[in-house]
């Protein structure tokens, strides 16, 4: 090792040495993952949130984790909680872009994963970001159904109730 590099080297040890460790992950599969663990890491992840409200990093956690269990609105939650703490955390917008992908709002995830890339601090990250992008527009390119509720459904349900009571007439009526 250069000797340009020491400080270097020194400096992101003590960094990383400063900072608060994340909790580990008890688990490599995410799909082999049983109930009871991750019902029990959720609830260590919501635990130390309450001890450092001001980490973006276990929010970001917290969002995956509970995403893990299919706990969609509370993922959405933490991990809106975390882009609000921290505006310029890469993970925390990068993984809020990607639950919109999993959940198929394209549109939305497109322009959330366009953020993450402009938020990108190195080239893995901007990798990461890319990979993403590429995949959302392929499926956007591919014809996945990505439906958009802007039109009023009123009418609709004004007919529908109409057919309904025109049908209960008919038969009462015989």
């Known amino acids: 090792m250069s000797d340009a590099l ?6 992101a040890t003590l960094d990383r040495v400063s900072q ?8 490599r599969d995410p799909h082999r993952v ?3 663990e991750l019902t029990a890491f959720i609830a260590r992840l919501e635990q130390a949130c309450l001890d450092q409200p ?12 509970r995403a893990m269990n299919y706990d969609v609105y509370k993922s959405f939650d933490a991990l809106e909680e975390a882009r609000a703490i921290a505006p310029d955390s890469f993970w925390a917008q990068m993984k809020y872009a990607e639950l919109h992908y999993r959940l198929r709002a394209l549109r939305r995830a497109e322009t959330e994963t366009l953020k993450a890339m402009d938020l990108a601090g ?7 970001a890319r990979r993403q992008l590429q995949e959302v527009r392929r499926l956007t390119r591919e ?3 990505n439906v958009q509720w802007t039109k009023p459904l009123a009418v609709p349900a004004i007919v529908l109730s109409l ?12």
């Open 163 to 174: 057919m309904l009571v025109a049908v209960f007439i008919v038969m009462s009526w015989r």
């Open 122 to 128: 190195n080239l893995f990250e901007l990798a990461v």
């Open 143 to 145: 014809g996945a159904r």
């Open 34 to 36: 049983p109930k009871e």
């Open 54 to 65: 001001r980490s973006a990093d276990l929010r970001t956690c917290l969002g995956m984790a």
């Open 6 to 11: 020491v400080p270097m080297v020194a400096a």
């Open 20 to 27: 608060p460790a994340l909790p580990s992950l008890p688990w």
